[in-house]
């Protein structure tokens, strides 16, 4: 029988790594789980819902004691490690281009590390990509934030007293919280212009209603890489791009900002007199807070406002702040991708090291680190 244990997260983590819809499939599938008391309290899932899904509610040394899986939301430490199985699978999202030294810590007890943020972007790992699955939800919640700190009416209003104005929202990155901010903005009324480096963004700009705002030229149609991301731009784009933006920044009411590459510091896209430029009671929400932030007066974890009156609200973690439903779509990754490693027949462990899946998540195994993004990168 395998062994599944699920752990509480650090305080400033409300999400968990299992619901209890999850539970029950694991429990299905042959699977033992063992989750530690109170670890779902955050998201809403109460230790009676664990148990009632074929849980064992245990304390924390119970939990990880040999278990041959450990399931996480973020990085597991060196001591929750050595609690489980030599060579135990772990699995969560723990931020492989961080803190290089814990990272080599980790590794060096032995066990399975895969990090759920380098889950190849192809259709069959779709219900497994924990990026989207969070960004979406952060998406939806940053203009919901943002339409509350503005202080006005996103939609246009007509009545006997006269008519309101519509707001005007500005998207920046059109990924999956770029494209689910722009269908939030537009379901509340606002009008919505978006722009992204990637060419192919703007025929799903146009789709969702929205106006696609980008300088195109050649530049500009090479700007994708194959997996999807945006590549790093030339500075004479910039530049051209940086113009485009500045003239229309200052007139916009609300802006969301979402641009992210892996393992790479936030790409700056708001100056400081694009941001001085801004009416008073604009609003900007940096969904890049966590690697730096996409304006160059962002402070990560915190809501400002300039001088000039333009609030800057950067959250770490806003997915989290929606716990129930962010917890609820990462359990499910999680199930997804620990489906593909259960004999359902013999309900024993059994990876296939040759699959994408696993080759493109795996980043520790037997005391090194193994994938090619760090296998070469030093403390």
Do not use: C
Request: net charge neutral; no cysteine; hydrophobic share 45%.
């Amino acid at each position: 029988m395998v062994t599944i244990a699920v752990t509480s997260e650090p305080a400033d983590e409300p999400r968990v790594a299992v619901s209890p819809d999850t539970v029950k499939k694991f429990t299905g599938l042959g699977a033992l789980v063992r989750i530690e008391q109170g670890a779902g309290l955050r998201s809403r899932f109460s230790d009676e819902a664990y148990r009632a899904a074929g849980a064992e509610v245990v304390g924390k040394s119970e939990a990880l004691a040999g278990a041959d899986i450990l399931l996480k939301v973020r990085r597991p430490s060196v001591d929750e490690i050595k609690a489980l199985k030599p060579g135990a699978i772990v699995a969560g999202m723990i931020d492989p281009y961080g803190d290089r030294a814990e990272l080599d810590a980790l590794s060096a007890t032995g066990a399975t590390l895969f990090s759920m943020e380098f889950m190849p972007r192809t259709t069959r790992a779709q219900s497994m990509d924990v990026l989207s699955s969070q960004a979406n939800l952060a998406g939806y919640k940053a203009v919901v934030d943002g339409a509350a700190m503005f202080g006005q009416a996103l939609p246009m209003m007509m009545t006997p007293a006269g008519t309101v104005p519509a707001a005007k929202a500005f998207i920046m990155g059109v990924g999956v919280a770029g494209l689910q901010a722009i269908a939030t903005a537009r379901r509340l009324g606002a009008q919505v212009t978006a722009t992204d480096v990637r060419p192919a963004t703007k025929e799903q700009v146009q789709s969702l209603g929205a106006k696609f705002i980008a300088v195109e030229d050649e530049e500009f149609k090479q700007a994708q890489t194959s997996g999807g991301y945006a590549k790093p731009m030339s500075a004479e784009y910039q530049a051209k791009q940086a113009e485009l933006v500045a003239n229309h920044i200052k007139n916009q009411d609300l802006v969301i900002t979402t641009a992210l590459i892996p393992g790479r510091p936030a790409p700056k896209l708001i100056s400081r007199a694009m941001i001085e430029s801004m009416k008073p009671g604009s609003v900007i929400v940096d969904l890049a807070a966590e690697r730096g932030g996409n304006t160059e007066m962002t402070e990560p974890g915190k809501i400002i406002e300039t001088a000039n009156g333009v609030k800057i609200f950067a959250p770490l973690n806003l997915a989290g702040t929606i716990a129930v439903n962010a917890s609820s779509l990462y359990a499910r990754n999680l199930l997804a991708f620990l489906e593909t490693m259960i004999d359902k027949k013999e309900k024993t462990l059994a990876v296939n090291w040759d699959d994408d899946l696993v080759k493109g998540t795996l980043v520790a195994k037997d005391g090194q680190i193994v994938h090619p993004n760090l296998a070469t990168k030093t403390a």
